[in-house]
């Protein structure tokens, strides 16, 4: 299994002519959705965890009290 003289054979070497399974214009339309989805996700991050400081806040407040 992690035998160091394993040899390679022909179907697990990387080809170099392989063409993309996508266009120009489709790559780019993804790469615009992934980062309107990572801003969505980043501003879901933050608001999550500022509702946490604040409710973490007011319990202590309230049990202090």
Known sequence: MND???AV???SAPQSNQALPYSA???EVMASE???AGRF??????????YT??????VIYWSLN
Do not use: Q, R, W
């Open 9 to 11: 054979d022909a179907t």
């Open 25 to 27: 214009e489709e790559i």
């Open 41 to 50: 996700l980043t501003k879901m991050l933050v608001f999550s965890f500022c």
């Open 4 to 6: 160091p003289n394993h």
């Open 34 to 36: 992934d980062a309107s």
């Open 53 to 58: 400081i604040i409710v973490g806040a007011y």
